[in-house]
């Protein structure tokens, strides 16, 4: 029978270090604060009553839908625009060779989207950080260099994503500290594949740590990331807890607390799937060195992973796309052309906020 660890949250983890890896260089591993912005017994009357409650939330038409889906419209011009042969209006193109290389998960980090025009209009909208600054009852944010997500439908030469539940906050460190989000640009309804969430999974999130904690763990590249096994899968069905497809019209925000288990399917019909994954924090939950690195991150073109005080750059070696056996030539890490930033968004970089 398992048996309930009580244990403080941050202190040092009790796990086999031959198995698990916490951070590997450039990883960096601090202590991310509790945000104490969210209360249930609180009615706020928006989004913020659902994000409490189920530990998700779809904020209706943040974007313009003809903005959104013109932003979509983007990115296939990009994707015809490798010159590989992909043709948006030609369903044999829909093919490896045709396209850069896009893995059945459908994100995309390599090839400079993380600093394309698209990936940094959406972020820019003042809709979008203006949720996030009502979230935290702050306006001076800093916005992750993260991926985007393009699934294609109609993929004959990709396997259907496996589902993978996992969260995006190291285990060990318990209470909502993150809330992550993506801006849809496609419709997205229950037969498209998409975010699926195990609701209310947040609540439960400390609990089920205490019990699993010395479970066994596989390499990690990050702390901040856990990958639910189906013991503990098991534990959490045990308790009611269920998935839920989460649907979203183009312009829509869905966000969903870090703690949450949740994973992305592939499209099932004919309906692509794009959206650019937008985080924002408070400034404040950064240091002047996690600014410091992400601003060299965003001089190089280079991405990290949703935490938006730069705490997992990608890292390369992991992420390069392979094709026939090589690194795909038409990977050159760099977006079509350097990203141009209104005001906001860069702010949202966090450089202004660098000390001299
Ligand atoms: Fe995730």
Redesign the pocket.
């Known amino acids: 029978m398992t048996t309930t660890v009580q244990r403080e949250f941050n202190e040092a983890p009790k796990l086999d270090a031959k198995a698990t890896v916490h951070a590997i260089p450039p990883c960096v591993v601090h202590d991310t604060p509790v945000l104490d912005v969210l209360d249930e017994s609180k009615t706020y009357g928006d989004f913020r009553d659902d994000l409490a409650r189920d530990g998700f939330c779809v904020v209706k038409d943040v974007v313009e839908k003809e903005k959104a889906l013109a932003y979509a419209n983007d990115i296939k011009t990009w994707l015809e625009g490798f010159g590989l042969g992909y043709k948006r209006d030609d369903p044999s193109t829909i093919r490896e060779e045709c396209l850069p290389i896009i893995h059945q998960k459908g994100l995309l980090q390599a090839y400079g989207a993380t600093h394309e025009s698209f990936t940094w209009a959406v972020r820019s909208e003042p809709a979008v950080i203006d949720v996030f600054a009502t979230l935290y009852q702050d306006k001076d944010l800093i916005c992750s260099f993260d991926a985007v997500n393009v699934s294609l439908a109609n993929r004959q030469d990709l396997p259907a994503n496996a589902a993978w539940p996992?969260?995006?906050q190291d285990p060990e460190r318990g209470g909502l500290r993150c809330v992550?989000g993506f801006v849809n640009l496609l419709p997205n309804g229950p037969e498209d594949g998409g975010l699926l969430v195990l609701k209310g999974g947040h609540k439960v999130s400390e609990e089920y740590h205490n019990v699993f904690r010395n479970e066994h763990r596989e390499f990690r590249w990050t702390n901040e990331?856990y990958l639910f096994k189906e013991t503990g899968l098991k534990w959490l069905a045990d308790r009611g807890y269920e998935w839920v497809k989460v649907n979203a019209e183009p312009g829509d925000l869905v966000l969903w607390d870090?703690r949450c288990p949740?994973?992305?399917a592939s499209p099932t019909r004919d309906i692509d799937r794009f959206v650019v994954y937008v985080c924002m924090l408070p400034v404040s939950t950064a240091t002047q060195e996690d600014l410091i690195r992400k601003k060299a991150l965003f001089e190089a073109q280079d991405g990290h992973s949703?935490w938006p005080m730069a705490l997992q750059p990608f890292i390369k070696a992991f992420l390069e796309p392979m094709r026939d056996g090589k690194p795909d030539p038409h990977n050159t890490w760099k977006p079509r052309k350097a990203p141009e930033l209104s005001e906001a968004g860069y702010k949202l970089t966090g450089i202004p906020f660098i000390k001299a």
């Open positions: 996992h969260q995006d992550q990331m870090s949740h994973y992305n949703h």
